[in-house]
């Protein structure tokens, strides 16, 4: 996943990687939809909508509400959640259901990009 409009750099680089360690490269833009989960309330969120407590850096395939979904912990209070497109709006609605008693509140990209910069380390 990349940040929109870099341009092909970085595709190129992941692309040469990919061959010199004889990993297959497949673009699933169209197949596929990524959520990022990201503050305080982000852990208790996921887990009412039924995902399990991983521990950061760690990966898993989860069910959330039912729709198959690869959970990945990025840090402590951020979480990429990639899910079939087909299936996104019945993600939203279980993220929005788990999230609304804990005032979960939605950001696009460039407002995420806003707070990831200016959030104290």
């Given at each position: 996943?990349?940040?929109p409009?870099?341009g092909p ?6 692309e040469?990687?990919a061959?010199?360690h004889?990993?297959e ?5 169209t197949s596929?939809?990524?959520?990022c989960?990201?503050?305080p309330?982000?852990?208790?969120v996921l887990t009412?909508a039924?995902a ?6 760690s ?8 729709i198959?979904?690869?959970v990945l ?6 979480w990429?959640l990639?899910a079939p ?6 993600l939203?609605s279980?993220?929005s259901?788990?999230?609304a ?5 939605y950001?696009?990209?460039?407002a ?5 910069v200016?959030?104290?380390?």
């Amino acid at each position: 996943m990349g940040v929109p409009g870099l341009g092909p750099g970085p595709r190129r680089e992941l692309e040469e990687r990919a061959v010199r360690h004889g990993v297959e490269l497949r673009d699933v833009t169209t197949s596929r939809v990524a959520v990022c989960v990201l503050g305080p309330a982000a852990r208790e969120v996921l887990t009412r909508a039924g995902a399990q407590v991983l521990p950061v850096g760690s990966v898993r395939s989860e069910s959330i509400d039912g729709i198959p979904t690869l959970v990945l912990h990025e840090d402590e209070q951020r979480w990429l959640l990639l899910a079939p497109a087909a299936d996104a709006a019945e993600l939203w609605s279980a993220l929005s259901d788990a999230g609304a008693p804990l005032g979960l509140a939605y950001v696009g990209a460039d407002a995420l990009q806003h707070l990831l910069v200016a959030r104290p380390r």
